[in-house]
């Protein structure tokens, strides 16, 4: 079984990424977004790279804010960003 | 009365305020945030996430009326580049109570700043461009209203 | 930059505060007091001690001023019968501080329910009259700034 | 020696004195907003009856917050009013 998700990027992650968003195909065993950026760094120096502090990063399901442990579950949309800065 | 409104063009503060307080609640309390300048900044770019922005602000100004009984809140937040001395946002409750109307706003503004998906990024006159980093005195202003 | 007004007419709030704004602070606060209706009440008759008001309005705002590092000030306070829904008073200020601005514009009106000499009568539709006692509360917030 | 002080009354002090302002000639031995008001409770039992509760009275000298305590020393004018209500 294999899923996917769409990830979306923001501020110096898009930058750095040089993409403001792709879609993502993850094997079975991915549950969380920790397990899902796990992945992603394996497949892949750049997200090695951008993601390696994960302390900085701060992360969207489906447009709520949720942590690293939230489950994927049916999410379409994933989205990754730096600490927000508006108002 | 919940009014969200997230664009690019300049707003009218206050005709908004006007017409938050022709509901006449009795009090109320606004904030207008603008682009100081600081000597070297020309502009800052705001992005934000299309998807998810007015959702949060709705969220936000849906807990400040369950929580202060409000009669109305209107947000307004601009994207894209914003020049020196130009108006970011405004947020604007109307309530029975000047206390309620104004803590109310206050916190609005509090969570603008740390649940809201808006990345601010500085352009200086001479060119150079960085991210806004968030700041610890914004993420504890915005956790005490849980205190 | 104080600006205080005491005066019968009606004033644009809107149009106040922007001008404050056009200061460019970056921070712009501010509450609008209305005559809140309960069913009961027709308008409020707003005495007040004129030798002494402007003085008194003033005083409050160079304080403001001087704890907060103010751009600018603007106070109005309304006099003579005031009906349901008309505006009483404006407190505005601009800051370089989204909280300095807001906790300003709060003390603001917490020392004009306490400090400044207006007292308020209450106009019943049955047309009994009463005059407004002081409230524990506003005594307290305004206390409360002495912590 | 005689003094002499302008004093205005507001409020539901005003209404129940039934006067805006009066000129207030006192005698030596009155220093004090206290003195003046016993002073005065001893001319009209108006006074006593409108100055009967000093705790729900307030005054001012020349236009300035001040105690029952504070002196009237060379001050032209005395405000008597309830709390106020403003804002």
Not at chain 2, 78 to 100: M, N, P, W, Y
Request: charge should be negative.
């Amino acid at each position: 079984m294999t899923c996917q998700i769409n990830i979306v990027y923001f501020s110096w992650v898009k930058e750095r990424l040089g993409r403001d968003q792709e879609l993502i195909v993850y094997p079975a065993g991915v549950e969380t977004i920790d397990d899902l950026v796990g992945h992603l760094k394996g497949t892949d120096s750049i997200y090695q790279h951008v993601f390696s502090d994960l302390k900085k990063l701060r992360f969207a399901l489906d447009q709520d804010f949720v942590g690293l442990e939230a489950p994927l579950g049916n999410s379409e949309e994933l989205a990754i960003f730096p600490p927000v800065t508006g108002g | 009365m919940i009014k969200i409104l997230v664009r690019g063009d300049d707003f009218d503060a206050g005709a908004e305020i006007t017409n938050l307080s022709a509901l006449g609640g009795g009090a109320v309390a606004s904030f207008i945030g603008q682009v100081r300048g600081d000597g070297e900044l020309e502009a800052l770019e705001l992005e934000h996430y299309p998807a998810m922005t007015e959702k949060a602000l709705r969220k936000i100004a849906e807990k400040a009326d369950e929580q202060w009984a409000l009669h109305g809140v209107t947000i307004i937040h601009r994207i894209g580049r914003l020049k020196v001395g130009e108006q970011i946002v405004l947020a604007c409750t109307c309530s029975d109570h000047r206390q309620a109307a104004i803590e109310s706003c206050s916190f609005i503004m509090d969570q603008l700043k740390t649940v809201a998906p808006f990345w601010k990024k500085e352009i200086k006159k001479d060119g150079s461009e960085s991210w806004v980093e968030e700041r610890q005195s914004d993420i504890d202003a915005a956790k005490s209203w849980n205190d």
